[in-house]
């Protein structure tokens, strides 16, 4: 399966090293498009407080 769309590069690379290891059941798959999606907003956030402080 490829990389869902709209992850950004934190998330893409969550996808990636999983699905590179594991073969995932579909409603697996959707719990780590999730957690991606989760880990790409919490980078974009870490870069926000490191630019403008907390």
């Known amino acids: 399966m490829g990389t869902p ?3 950004n590069e934190a998330g893409t690379a969550l996808w990636r090293s ?3 290891e ?3 059941a579909e409603h697996e798959l959707c719990l780590l498009e999730q957690a991606a999606r989760t880990c790409g907003v919490c980078a ?3 870069s926000v407080v490191e630019a403008e402080g907390t």
């Open 22 to 24: 594991l073969e995932l």
């Open 18 to 20: 999983v699905t590179d």
């Open 44 to 46: 974009d956030l870490a």
């Open 5 to 7: 769309e709209g992850l």
